[in-house]
């Protein structure tokens, strides 16, 4: 038997400069009977996300994690990550030049941390071939 049901859908698929596949669907289901559209979205997104590992400087357990990229390094301080910790680098932002114990970096890692975010500079974080591990935030 047909059905009474009328469908609209809209689909997007983007892949990004660094294989990010981000996908949405919109649909609109509206039935004979006189009740309204009822909206539905389903959207997913298998965004790449690097990895590094802390190296802290000589004689540290630990590197600072920021609110923010900052040249203050006294300040916007949110806590502490261990030295050898692998860690997941959610997106990398341009900041202040630090220096660390892998060199000079303008490249901060911004991090998942204690339920939010975070960013450590990219001079504190080995990375593969030593270049961004993620796409710019």
Same mark, same amino acid.
């Given at each position: 038997? *047909? !059905?009474n049901e009328a469908k609209l859908g809209?689909?997007?698929?983007?892949v990004t400069a660094t294989g990010a596949v981000i996908a949405a669907v919109i649909g609109l289901h509206h039935s004979d009977d006189g009740r309204p *559209?009822? *909206?539905t979205t389903t959207s997913t997104s298998y965004a790449h996300i690097g990895t590094g590992v802390i190296h802290a400087p000589?004689?540290?357990a630990a590197v600072f994690v920021y609110a923010i990229p900052t040249d203050d390094l006294t300040m916007d301080r949110i806590g502490k990550i !261990?030295? %050898?910790l692998q860690i997941e680098i959610l997106c990398?932002?341009?900041g202040p030049d630090i220096k660390g114990p892998l %060199? $000079? !970096?303008t490249v901060w890692d911004k991090i998942n941390y204690n339920g939010g975010a %975070? $960013?450590?500079p990219d001079g504190y974080v080995d990375t593969p071939n030593n270049a961004p591990a993620a796409p710019a935030c």
């Open positions: 038997m *047909p !059905s809209i689909g997007a698929a983007v *559209p009822a *909206p000589s004689g540290f !261990s030295d %050898g990398t932002a341009q %060199g $000079y !970096s %975070g $960013y450590v």
